[in-house]
């Protein structure tokens, strides 16, 4: 089971910046990658970001050249620097790990996704 602890949601003006970090705590046995989803009220959970332990990133089109999703492998946490942001950055912002897992069976390298609780970014005008 892995745990996932975020923080760094806030208030900011359009224009703004705000960094989120997440941390992955608890029975980890392998991160194979680390990435940020966003829930907006009324609609569905979309991706933001995500990053490989390898350091490859993959974004979507509406924060490209805004957001930076960056990965501490030691320490079992993702950041996202958030510039520029817009009124429609507003969302729950929830960090999401894919990671392998060890059973009674053996250990696996891939097949347990973890969810944090969210964190609320808001932007005013």
């Known amino acids: 089971q892995v745990q996932l602890v975020e923080s760094g949601g806030g208030l900011v003006q359009a224009g703004g910046s705000l960094r989120l970090g997440c941390a992955g705590s608890g029975s980890i046995y392998t991160i194979n990658a680390m990435g940020w989803y966003r829930q907006a009220p009324g609609k569905q959970r979309e991706l933001v970001a995500t990053v490989t332990t390898d350091g490859d990133a993959n974004y979507a089109d509406s924060v490209k050249g805004r957001f930076t999703i960056s990965i501490d492998n030691a320490k079992n946490t993702v950041y996202l620097q958030m510039d520029g942001l817009k009124l429609e950055d507003t969302a729950v912002y929830y960090c999401?790990?894919?990671?392998?897992?060890?059973?009674?069976?053996?250990?696996?390298?891939?097949?347990?996704?973890?969810w944090g609780q969210g964190t609320q970014v808001t932007v005013s005008s």
């Open positions: 999401h790990a894919d990671s392998g897992y060890c059973s009674g069976l053996g250990c696996y390298d891939e097949g347990l996704d973890s």
